[in-house]
Structures are given as structure tokens and as C-alpha cells.
């Protein structure tokens, strides 16, 4: 499976890919999996329902039909019938379900578009063993040390560059580069557009590292020394969902923390802004294009209590952004323009750049964001302008 080949069972051979269920051993190629072979109308033969809570997927396969898990996370079937697929709800989480119609043509080469994302749906079983989320009262917006930068995409300023440079300790201060975000093929050398700029800008101790997946951030000791080091901390644009696979709830994700905590500066642009957030837009793997997605609804939380969205007013967000924010008005919204950026220090935000920043506070059910362009400042914590 992992030299990229193809394989497959049926019956007790399917079950056997899985992770087994504590009296039957498994292979573990299909980790989260609780299959279950139904009759092609796809009802469940079980007396009573498999345990809530407990991170699994309940994948219930029809006769004469096939699931097919391509590339890590594309899900599709071939068949007969549909594959019915839920998350188990619990008290604090509803029920998840949906349904796979088998397609007439399935190519493992070119799988798109395609029914469901295998990663996001384990994401998802996963929460559902936490709190809920988004957070009914979540913390206010406020950094207690440090420097947060958060530009919008397009092209970052040199003023904005400049503030990051100070911020992390100047140009003689280590630097390190994530580009997550971005696609790339194996055994390539990432590239970094963060690294380009502050080397242009006169930085010389500037590092690119790419954990590629949560394993990696979690295990590789280079990459953890670097990040110790590091006053300054730059990711890169391209998608939300890779930067959130490869860092989430992993040492290096503590480690980009520690280092605003410790009074040096993060910043992003792009993904690597949106992901900086609390709350996560735009983390469906299919496309950018949808707003909130389940299974992708967390950021890294550097900033507590913010919805960021970037390149704003350049791709009209304002009208879906609203509506988010509108649902969760507990959560600030921020719309950071392309060529804009947002420089955070405790509660003031300052913006930066050619454009301008959108600011929700829906709290009081005013939809009408405020609006600010450089030089203006806005009190993340009391949700105003500043004068």
C-alpha cells in the first residue's frame, strides 16, 4: 500500500484491513473503520448501537457493492447499492451521517471529484470525543506576549516584513519557514515565498522546514530544534486543510506557540493567516471555495476567539463570511484584504498595507462589518475602533 500499490479484501478479508476490534486482530490499514455488510436496502443487522464516542467511522456496505479509499482520503464506492457511512452522536455532538451512490466510471488516477474525505470524517469522529465545538463562550481575543501578523495574501509589504523583522528581534534573529500549505511531490525541496522575502530584506539566518504530516512534526528533532530556537515563525499560503493535517495537536504546534508566548512573532499569509485563528475557514480538501467544512472547523488558535478569512474584498467573501460570523457571533470575525496586512499586540490590532481589514461583531446582530484602512488600529477585546 504505501509503494502506491492496491489492496483489497472481502468479507472477513475486509474486515481483517481494519484495525481489529480488541478480540480480532486487524492489519490496520483502514485505522477508525467499524464495517458492517448489509443488505442492499442497508439496513443494520445490529441489535443495538456501537459505542458513542469512541472515535470510529460505522461504514455499513451493501451486497454486490465496493468501498474505495484512494490516495489516502478520497472516498468513493462501486456496486449496486449505496454505502451508508455515521459518526455515532453523543451528548455533546450530534449524529454525522451520509451516503456514497457508487459511480458509473472510477478512475484511481484521476478521483475527482469524489463523495467524501476520509481525513476530515476521522476528524471529525475525533472531536466527537472532546468538548463541543465551536465554543459557546471562547476566550477573548488578547495576546499576552508577543507579535501576531496576519496578512491577507497577494503580496506582503515591505512595512510589513519590516514589523516582522523587529518584532522576531532583527535581521540577526533565526527564522524558520513552514510551507505546509503548499502541494509539492516527494523528496522536492519546498519552497518558501516567506524564506524569499526576509532573506531580500536582509535576514541570513532563515530556515525552511515543512513537517509534510503530523508524524513528522511531532517526531523529527531537527525540525523541533529550529522551531525552539526561532523568534520568528512565517507560514506560508496554498491550504488550509495541509497545514492543519501536518500541525495540529503535534510538538511543533506547541512549539509555534511557545515562541509567540515567549515574546517572539508568528505571523502568516493567506492559509497561513486563516489557520491562525480559533475558528477555521475554508478546510474542505475539495475546494476553497466552501466556507466551513466539518472536520476542519479548528484552527491553531494563536489568536483565541477570531474567525480569520484572507484575500477579502479582492474575492467578494463578504456575503458567506457574514453569514458565518451571524451564526457564531460569539466568535470576532476578521477579513483580511490581499496586500494587507494585520499586525496584533495584546488587543490592538494595527492594519498595514494597500487595502483594508473588515472587522464582524455580530454580538449585538449588527451584520455591517467596521472597515479600516492602514494606520488605523481596532481593540480585539472590546470589539471598537480605537480613536
Avoid at 467511522?57 to 489516502?72: C, F, N, Q, R, Y
Avoid at 462501486?78 to 457508487?102: C, F, L, M, N, Y
Avoid at 472547523?297 to 479582492?314: I, R, S, Y
Wanted: charged share 25%; hydrophobic share 35%.
Amino acid at each position: 500500500l504505501e509503494r502506491g500499490g492496491i489492496v483489497g479484501g472481502q468479507g472477513a478479508g475486509a474486515l481483517a484491513l481494519c484495525e481489529g476490534d480488541g478480540t480480532t486482530p486487524g492489519f490496520g490499514l483502514f485505522p477508525g473503520a467499524r464495517l458492517e455488510f448489509v443488505s442492499k436496502a442497508g439496513k443494520s443487522k445490529r441489535k443495538e448501537d456501537p459505542p458513542a464516542g469512541d472515535g470510529r467511522i460505522d461504514w455499513l456496505i451493501p451486497k454486490e457493492t465496493a468501498l474505495v479509499v484512494a490516495h489516502g482520503r478520497k472516498v468513493g464506492a462501486v456496486g449496486k447499492a449505496d454505502v451508508h457511512v455515521r459518526i455515532q452522536g453523543t451528548e455533546a455532538w450530534p449524529e454525522r451521517s451520509a451516503t456514497i451512490t457508487p459511480q458509473d466510471v472510477f478512475e484511481l488516477t484521476d478521483f475527482a471529484p469524489y463523495d467524501l474525505d476520509l481525513v476530515a470524517w476521522r476528524r471529525s469522529a475525533q472531536m466527537r470525543q472532546g468538548p463541543t465545538f465551536p465554543a459557546e463562550s471562547p476566550a477573548k481575543p488578547v495576546l499576552k506576549k508577543g507579535t501576531l501578523i496576519l496578512s491577507g495574501g497577494g503580496g506582503v509589504q515591505s512595512e510589513t516584513w519590516n514589523r516582522f523583522i523587529d518584532a522576531a528581534g532583527g535581521k540577526k534573529a533565526t527564522f524558520v519557514c513552514i510551507p505546509s500549505g503548499s502541494d509539492y511531490f516527494p523528496g522536492e525541496e519546498p519552497k518558501s515565498y516567506g524564506a524569499g522575502q526576509l532573506r531580500d530584506h536582509g535576514c541570513r539566518d532563515v530556515h525552511v522546514v515543512d513537517p509534510a504530516s503530523a508524524d513528522r512534526a511531532d517526531a523529527d528533532s531537527r525540525l523541533h530544534d529550529l522551531l525552539g530556537k526561532a523568534t520568528g515563525i512565517w507560514i506560508d499560503g496554498g491550504r488550509t486543510y495541509r497545514v492543519m493535517d501536518a500541525l495540529e495537536h503535534t510538538r511543533a504546534h506547541e512549539l509555534i506557540r511557545e515562541t509567540l508566548e515567549e515574546g517572539g512573532a508568528v505571523g502568516g499569509s493567506s492559509a497561513g493567516c486563516q489557520v491562525l485563528g480559533e475558528l477555521l475557514v475554508r478546510g474542505d480538501p475539495r475546494t476553497n471555495r466552501t466556507l466551513f467544512f466539518e472536520g476542519y472547523t479548528t484552527g491553531l488558535g494563536l489568536l483565541p476567539g477570531v474567525v480569520l478569512d484572507a484575500h477579502f474584498l479582492d474575492r467578494d467573501r463578504h456575503e458567506e463570511f457574514s453569514k458565518l460570523v451571524q451564526e457564531y457571533s460569539q466568535y470576532l470575525g476578521i477579513g483580511v484584504d490581499a496586500d494587507t496586512s494585520l499586525v496584533v499586540e495584546k488587543s490592538t490590532a494595527e492594519v498595514l498595507g494597500k487595502a483594508s481589514v473588515s472587522f464582524y461583531d455580530l454580538s449585538d446582530g449588527d451584520a455591517e462589518p467596521v472597515i479600516l484602512e492602514a494606520g488605523n488600529t481596532y481593540d480585539l477585546a472590546k470589539r471598537r475602533a480605537k480613536r
